[in-house]
């Protein structure tokens, strides 16, 4: 979040006073939740070309959510997963254990 900041130009010592203003100003709003399990029962047979999956250091249960029917309905996955815990070699070994060819940046 610090890269944020610099953008935006928030000084270092004004960093506490932002956050705190920030959060006083949030509101949460309900939203609907589905998991790509559903979503793929209601695409019925249809193959993805691209499954791509960015959802806040939560990529890798996403990916576990699939049945293994599902795996070969998706023919490529893109990912931004964060190297925390162990996190991303698990989201390589199981693409690897479906067999993607995986590639890390």
Not at 18 to 45: K, M, S
């Amino acid at each position: 979040m610090s890269a944020v900041l610099d953008t935006f130009g928030v000084a270092q010592d004004e960093r506490g006073q932002f956050w705190q203003e920030f959060r006083a100003g949030a509101r949460r709003y309900p939203v609907r939740v589905t998991t790509l399990e559903e979503i793929l029962d209601a695409e019925g047979d249809r193959e993805v070309g691209l499954l791509k999956i960015d959802v806040e250091r939560h990529e890798l249960a996403v990916l576990r959510g699939l049945r293994p029917e599902q795996w070969g309905r998706v023919r490529q996955v893109v990912a931004e997963v964060h190297a925390i815990d162990d996190n991303l070699d698990a989201v390589v070994s199981l693409l690897r254990a479906h067999r993607y060819t995986t590639n890390v940046f």
